[in-house]
């Protein structure tokens, strides 16, 4: 078997991965797995581990996820690939804060951090700052939340991360209504609007006009109020998400 044919393998068990065929997937990794190693290509079995961990995750199968992560990271180790070692704790994070294990997810962000630090990589940086960020919002930390965010927000500007800035700008606006920072949180969420539009990202444009649309009604206007909800739900509607379309109507009728 050549390399060649376990690239093909993976390939396919992207296909099936993403229509739905999980086991079949599954085991595409499995074969593309054991295809890399004999022909001794640690990355590409890596990359095979990879795929398989994010599977069980999907799946449900933690215990699984966190081994095919481990072994992954310690393959891209060995290849010195920072970037991807980072990748990897990151998923590892997200595995610990599913099964409630806060302390366990910060430890891996911040071990992630160090590696994009090292790696010079701004827009990994700025993913782990945001979901730090997200970890201090949903604890009811804002103003720390907020930190995290402005974080977040230079290393997405400094690898030119449209959509990174764009998504960490909603989710500042949406702390800042929280907090009761109305003219803050309509700035920042018209910056976020402007930087969907430019990416053409429609499914993130309707989720920020449908914001804009809550901090309208949170200072009183509500006719625009009701014009940014009806916007959102026929964004919603062209980038096919029919339920976030029937919400955001049923949302506008009551503003």
Not at 3 to 25: P, Y
Not at 142 to 152: F, G, I, N, S, V
Request: charged share 30%.
């Amino acid at each position: 078997m050549t390399r060649s044919e376990a690239d093909r393998v993976l390939d396919e068990a992207e296909t099936l991965w993403l229509s739905g065929e999980k086991q079949r997937a599954r085991e595409c990794c499995l074969r593309a797995r054991l295809l890399y190693h004999e022909t001794g290509d640690g990355r590409g079995e890596a990359d095979a581990l990879t795929r398989m961990g994010d599977i069980e995750a999907e799946t449900g199968h933690g215990n699984g996820a966190r081994q095919a992560y481990v072994e992954a990271r310690q393959l891209y180790a060995q290849g010195g690939d920072q970037r991807e070692q980072g990748s990897i704790l990151v998923r590892l994070a997200h595995l610990a804060q599913r099964e409630g294990d806060g302390a366990g997810a910060r430890s891996f962000y911040q071990s992630a951090l160090d590696l994009y630090e090292s790696a010079a990589d701004p827009s990994g940086l700025g993913h782990v700052h945001r979901a730090l960020g997200h970890m201090e919002r949903d604890a009811g930390a804002q103003d720390k939340a907020l930190d995290r965010y402005r974080e977040a927000l230079a290393c997405y500007r400094h690898a030119a991360d449209t959509l990174g800035e764009a998504g960490t700008l909603k989710s500042m606006a949406a702390v800042q209504r929280n907090l009761g920072h109305l003219d803050k949180a309509r700035a920042e969420c018209d910056q976020a609007l402007i930087l969907l539009r430019q990416a053409g990202d429609l499914l993130g444009e309707a989720k920020a006009t449908r914001l804009m649309a809550r901090i309208l009604a949170d200072e009183g206007l509500h006719d625009q109020a009701r014009k940014s909800m009806h916007a959102a739900a026929k964004l919603f509607g062209r980038a096919g998400d029919v339920a976030a379309h029937d919400e955001a109507e049923a949302e506008a009728r009551g503003l």
